[in-house]
């Protein structure tokens, strides 16, 4: 599966990989907070806060192409 998150008020794209989910697993990167911090907690488009309540996650399912 894959994630995306985007900045809820400019659509900015603040992540696109693997799902974070299992990248924490994998521990490759601590959790979505982090990925945030490292924006230093604020789109740098638009300024707007980021928090897992101001932007939107998606998470994708890869599509199986069976017969
Ligand atoms: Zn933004």
Known sequence: MSEKINCDNCDMLLYF????????????IPDEAAVLASYGGACPRCGHPLSADTVKVEIRRRRTHGS
């Open 17 to 28: 990989g693997e799902e974070i989910k299992r990248r924490l697993y994998m521990r490759a």
